[in-house]
Nanobody, 130 residues
Framework: QVHVVESGGGWVQAGGSLRLSCEAS????????MGWFRQAPGKGREFVAA????????YYADSVKGRFTISRDHGKNTEYLQMNSLKPEDTAVYYC???????????????????????WGQGTQVTVSS
């Protein structure tokens, strides 16, 4: 079992910035790969970004490349999503997602799949006004 908690959402005007944080607490103490998804009203949950357990690889949705940066604390299950140049279309509930410690490793082909992730946070609202 992995407990996942996000924080840092809020309201910002277009062009502004926000930083999201997520902490995962696996019972095993294993360092895990982690990701971010988002869900806008009336839409499905979509991939935003992910980072491997060692921080060596990062992945981004095309819609956020160059504006969002995912990072993590070395050796910890804590990740961050720095969101710059925010647009009204970034408005959504943002979810931290964590794969099982016993599942397959993240790859560029699987990182955007909901099925890759087994544990989810409660979500944090990000609202960008025009």
């Amino acid at each position: 079992q992995v407990h996942v908690v996000e924080s840092g959402g809020g309201w910002v005007q277009a062009g502004g910035s926000l930083r999201l944080s997520c902490e995962a607490s696996p019972r095993t103490g294993t360092i895990l790969s982690m990701g971010w998804f988002r869900q806008a009203p009336g839409k499905g949950r979509e991939f935003v970004a992910a980072i491997t357990w060692d921080g060596a690889n990062t992945y981004y949705a095309d819609s956020v490349k160059g504006r969002f940066t995912i990072s993590r604390d070395h050796g910890k299950n804590t990740e961050y999503l720095q969101m710059n140049s925010l647009k009204p279309e970034d408005t959504a509930v943002y979810y931290c997602a964590v794969p099982s410690p016993y599942g397959p490793a993240l790859t560029s082909h699987t990182v955007g799949s909901l099925n890759q992730y087994d544990y989810w946070g409660q979500g944090t609202q990000v609202t960008v006004s025009s």
